[in-house]
């Protein structure tokens, strides 16, 4: 069993998540769903295809029974995630079978990988589609109607959708991810990511900052801004003619990371900015100042560890050993003393040794990591490890060492949320809480999710001072102070 301690970047309790947007006017009398596996930037793509098909007349629908066209936007990261997405599949066939027009489309990380072959192993599906073709997806489906079964997985090295404006789906009105980077040029050896989403390339900085402003005007308070590996972010070009200056930063021709985070800090001291995923080979003292400098830039890292040993991160390809990701630790203490970090663990990795193994335990330790993705090693055909490394760790291996690395950070996240009682956290207020409406829950600077009664002097969307009274391992509970 994976565990996951929830934050918004891979949330469990959105996989496979359908979704809805409000019609916007012109229709073709045709129905969407489509539904959504895997990390954010998969459910920020649904946005995109969304998007582009309502520009076409499409209405969405939240059951598959009654669409014209049917889309999966599928993960491939682990095999689990790949078990899942055909699972699924078989429960369409019924509707499919009920309407032979009905349009059954595979998008995303396991279309890109498997291409035409998913054809040819799941006949109900007419069209496949990779993450960099979504612009295609209206011919796709003529085709589509015309008899034939289509497939579109070409690799872009430009696309970045920075033109298209997402329309927000099964939003809160509040938080919302915006899409900085696309792909990955890291080739760590476990993972599948460089051959499904290609060569990394970073949206126009302009358009990023133009959207998060968009979605300020529009009441959003928090955006999340979305990279395999945000700090590698590296924008170069002129401001586009007729483009209003939108922020300090506009004159700068060559936008990095640090940069763009101010820029988007600057739209307004009342938007929060989150951001994932940070590479600890890359994470600069630059962007750490910028964190530092700005109230609304969120005191939040996600620096995924995968290992505590120098040489399986060799293997593994991470290009940073032990003492360097310490040592970024050590920064991040130092530049941002109250930052909370979280990270992604890989256990049972080629020829992991039990006392390397104990490696990545003692740098639990050591960082006291606020949460932890963590995962057992799940071999994925075409990948550097694939090719190169027996997958020789027996599963019942993989399984104790994951199960004592899940127990080590229960322990480190109820610690960090003990640390809270007693302060004041400034929280964003979200909604009402899952359990009762006389609750309101939101989260802090740090991204604990916070509890505390409705107050009628707040709604949400605003920003109140909760003082924390108790907690749980994953939440904090407290009182509005004013
Ligand atoms: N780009 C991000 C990074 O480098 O941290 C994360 C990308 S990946 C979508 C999220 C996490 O999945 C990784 O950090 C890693 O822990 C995990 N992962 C990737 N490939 C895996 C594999 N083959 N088996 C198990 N976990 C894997
Ligand atoms: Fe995969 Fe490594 Fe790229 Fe993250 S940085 S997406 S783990 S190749």
């Known amino acids: ?153 070409l690799l872009s090295r ?33 993972c599948v990511v460089p051959f499904t989403r290609g060569r990394e390339r970073s949206r126009d900085a302009h358009s990023v900052v133009a959207e998060c402003k968009d979605l300020f005007d529009k009441g959003y308070r928090e955006v999340t801004l979305l990279g395999q590996n945000v700090d590698s ?17 506009d004159e700068i021709t060559v936008v990095n990371f640090a940069n763009l985070l101010e820029m988007v800090a600057l739209v307004s001291p009342e938007l929060r900015v989150r951001f994932s995923t940070s590479h600890p080979k890359d994470i600069t003292d630059e962007v750490l100042h910028t964190i530092a400098k700005y109230e609304n830039i969120c005191n939040y890292i996600h620096l995924p560890v995968q290992s505590g040993n120098s040489r399986i991160l060799d293997i593994m390809n991470r290009t940073y050993d032990r003492e360097w990701y310490m040592n970024r630790i050590d920064a991040i203490r130092r530049i941002i003393p109250d930052c909370a970090v979280s990270t992604d663990v890989i256990t049972g990795f080629c020829t992991e040794t039990d006392e390397e193994h104990n490696d990545t335990v003692t740098m639990m330790d050591y960082v006291k990591y606020d949460f932890a993705y963590m995962f057992k090693y799940s071999e994925r055909p075409g990948t550097l490890a694939a090719k190169r490394y027996a997958d020789d760790i027996p599963e019942d291996v993989k399984q104790r060492r994951l199960a004592q690395i899940v127990a080590k950070q229960q322990e480190y996240s109820f610690y960090r949320m003990q640390a809270r009682i007693g302060k004041v956290e400034k929280v964003l207020i979200e909604g009402f809480s899952k359990k009762s409406d006389k609750d309101y829950c939101g989260r802090s600077d740090q991204n604990a999710m916070v509890i505390f009664p409705v107050s009628e002097n707040y709604k949400p969307g605003q920003y109140v001072n909760v003082l924390v009274e108790r907690t749980t391992s994953a939440t904090l509970i407290g009182t509005i102070v004013e």
Not at 162 to 188: E, Q
Not at 233 to 249: C, D, H, T
């Open 1 to 153: 069993m994976d565990l996951l301690i929830p934050d918004k970047v891979h949330d469990e309790t959105r996989q496979g998540e359908a979704l809805i947007l409000e019609p916007v006017g012109k229709t073709n009398g045709r129905k969407l769903y489509i539904e959504s596996y895997g990390c954010a930037m998969n459910f920020s793509d649904s946005e995109i295809v969304a998007s582009i098909l309502a520009e076409k007349g499409f209405e969405t629908t939240s059951d598959f029974n009654s669409a014209d066209v049917v889309f999966i936007n599928t993960c491939s990261i682990r095999e689990n995630a790949e078990v899942r997405v055909r699972n699924r599949l078989k429960e369409f066939a019924g509707a499919k079978f009920r309407n032979p027009g009905m349009v059954v489309g595979v998008l995303g990380c396991m279309a890109e990988r498997l291409k035409a072959k998913f054809l040819e192993e799941e006949k109900l599906v007419d069209v496949v589609v990779g993450p960099d073709a979504y612009r295609d997806l209206p011919n796709l489906i003529e085709q589509v109607d015309g008899g034939q079964r289509a497939v579109n997985v």
């Open 158 to 190: 430009e696309e970045t959708y920075a033109d298209i404006s997402p329309v927000r789906l099964n939003s809160n009105g509040i938080n919302a991810f915006v899409s900085i980077m696309r792909g990955c040029d890291n080739m760590c050896s476990f």
């Open 233 to 249: 972010y590296k924008w170069s070009g002129q401001l586009a003619e007729g483009v209003e200056p939108l922020a300090v930063g």
